[in-house]
């Protein structure tokens, strides 16, 4: 290790306090401690990791509202807004005791979102990296909507032709970018600017994405943000994210999926954060019994609105599950899609699901709730053709047909051989642009000392 030049920095990351951001920016903490770097994890109080799951990292609490974050649950923006606006004193508060007790700070990396950090790692000195934990092509389609939005795009003219184009962002339906925003347009674009802008002024730019995925948008990437970008996804390919997952994973899946046929299994599940109401929940339900294809379904609690867990549920489904399928809370899910029973997986579209599914090669059917959902679901059916995105939202026959084509018709082996040759090109992570990114931080430190 004597010649390793990082083994002594220190890096400081601070992830947003849900699932799909805090798995990512442990397991980037995780590569880059297998790179050298000591590990500093600053992170809210809400949500909080396990420190004894990463026990060569440091962990500081950082205290913020609790129940006003739980308040603003199913508006995201006004969520970031707020983590924002409470985060950013403690924050600076906490780098200034560890830029006191640390000499080898070397960057803080902190999750797209929290634009906020910038001000506060530029008074203390020190440079920030950015983590974007969502694909390339949504947080470029998040960053042209200004864009858009002076050429008209939200006008009432656009109303009545939501299954239009949009010309400018091939391969996005009008609709599909329309429903990004929650509640006032304007906050909407002022949060997007925001975060835009807080990710432009960082130094460099982090994607848990894969070149042969998202090539096709790279150079426009690079036009719209010049500053140092760097793909070194997919990451849980190198660390699993079940040492950042704070909800028990139910093993009894795997035995169960033990004694099922090979790529019979359709595996459902909506990630943390999605939530429905019963009608569209029954609806489900129906469809995957009268499909008769055997399912695992994960129903987190508070996934169905208004229940604690199962109560929505028909009784005579319950029969039905007996026979055929299985109901757990929470799944370990990167092993449950690389298991040979499962061939299908019926998702929110979050990325990280998303990129899960691609690197088992499991065909998806693509449900979308919020934010980039809608943005990947589109690339997985139309740019990537990867899966079906359902079009009608929870609409019986559709649900049924997107089913039977993915699970028992040629066009769910085609989309399974396609999804297998993409496989076969990712390599882990790009060890060479991990290789730049350590060079980078490095840097950084070297020019300030
Ligand atoms: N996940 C899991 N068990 C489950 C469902 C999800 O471990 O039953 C993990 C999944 O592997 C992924 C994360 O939770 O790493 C969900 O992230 P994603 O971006 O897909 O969705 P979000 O939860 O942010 O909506």
Not at 13 to 32: E, K, S, T, V
Not at 116 to 133: C, F, H, K, M
Not at 138 to 156: C, H, I, N, Q
Not at 166 to 187: C, G, M, N, Q, T
Request: proline share 5%; aromatic share 10%; hydrophobic share 40%.
């Amino acid at each position: 290790m004597a010649d390793n030049p990082s083994k002594a920095l220190r890096v400081i990351l601070f992830p947003l306090p849900f699932q799909g951001h805090i798995n990512p920016m442990i397991q980037l903490a995780n590569i880059l401690h297998s790179n050298g770097f000591e590990i500093s994890i600053l992170h809210h109080q809400y949500n909080s990791p396990d420190p004894s799951k990463n026990p060569h990292f440091s962990f500081h609490v950082i205290p913020g509202g609790l129940s006003e974050l739980q308040s603003f649950q199913g508006d995201t923006l006004a969520l970031f807004r707020f983590l924002n606006f409470d985060c950013i004193g403690p924050i600076r508060d906490c780098l200034g005791k560890l830029l006191s007790t640390h000499d080898h700070i070397a960057c803080m990396i902190t999750d797209a979102n929290m634009y906020n950090s910038q001000a506060a790692v530029e008074d203390l000195g020190i440079p920030r990296i950015v983590l974007r934990t969502t694909s390339l092509c949504s947080f470029l389609a998040f960053a042209t909507l200004p864009v858009l939005r002076e050429k008209g795009f939200y006008s009432d003219d656009l109303d009545s032709r939501m299954e239009d184009p949009v010309l400018e962002l091939p391969p996005f339906r009008v609709k599909d970018l329309r429903a990004i925003y929650i509640k006032s347009l304007d906050d909407t674009m002022k949060s997007i600017s925001t975060i835009v802008q807080g990710t432009k002024t960082a130094s460099a730019l982090i994607f848990n994405t894969f070149q042969d995925l998202e090539e096709p948008d790279l150079a426009n990437l690079r036009e719209h943000f010049p500053l140092p970008t760097f793909l070194i996804g997919p990451f849980h390919k190198f660390f699993s994210a079940e040492s950042s997952s704070y909800l028990t994973q139910d093993r009894s899946s795997i035995s169960w999926l033990d004694t099922q046929e090979l790529n019979s299994v359709l595996y459902v599940s909506f990630g943390s954060g999605a939530t429905m109401d019963q009608k569209n929940a029954r609806e489900m339900a129906w469809c995957l019994a009268d499909t008769k294809q055997p399912f695992l379904w994960v129903v987190r609690p508070g996934l169905v609105q208004g229940s604690e867990w199962l109560e929505w549920l028909p009784n005579e489904f319950v029969e039905v599950i007996s026979q055929r399928g299985y109901i757990i809370k929470w799944a370990p899910q990167q092993e449950v899609l690389s298991h040979p029973s499962v061939g299908g997986f019926w998702t929110h579209s979050g990325w990280n699901s998303v990129l899960e599914s691609i690197c088992e090669g499991v065909p998806m059917i693509c449900s979308s709730f919020s934010g980039d959902q809608h943005v990947n679901s589109r690339y997985v059916s139309d740019a990537w053709r990867l899966g079906i995105k359902l079009e009608k939202g929870f609409e019986r026959e559709e649900m049924e047909s997107a089913i039977r084509k993915i699970m028992v018709d040629g066009e769910g082996q085609e989309i399974r051989e396609r999804a297998l040759r993409l496989k076969e090109k990712i390599q882990g992570f790009s060890s060479q642009s991990l290789n730049a990114l350590s060079d980078l931080i490095v840097s950084f430190k070297s020019s300030r000392v």
